[in-house]
């Protein structure tokens, strides 16, 4: 008796994953304009990459250019005596 239930419940869980699943990706279809959103979210993340891409190759320049030691040097202060 105990196994016919866990069965069907077993049984409901999968055709209640499953539906869930089919309903959201309808609903995702249904309400996000079909694959616009999609191209312009694409669109959007690849002006985005191009940019940190370029924002990163500056900075590493600048990065390599302060490693190689043509960075600017810096005085010491002469630090008063403690006496």
């Not at 996000?32 to 959007?44: C, D, I, N, T, V």
Request: aromatic share 10%; hydrophobic share 35%; with cysteine.
């Amino acid at each position: 008796m105990y196994t016919m239930a866990s069965i069907a419940i077993m049984i409901g869980g999968a055709v209640f994953n499953a539906t869930a699943f089919i309903g959201d990706n309808y609903l995702a279809k249904a309400l996000g304009r079909g694959g616009k959103a999609a191209l312009e979210e694409k669109k959007h993340h690849d002006k985005a990459l191009k940019d940190y891409q370029a924002a990163y190759a500056k900075y590493s320049a600048t990065e390599h250019s302060f490693s190689t030691g043509s960075r600017p040097t810096c005085k010491q202060r002469s630090r008063p005596s403690r006496t």
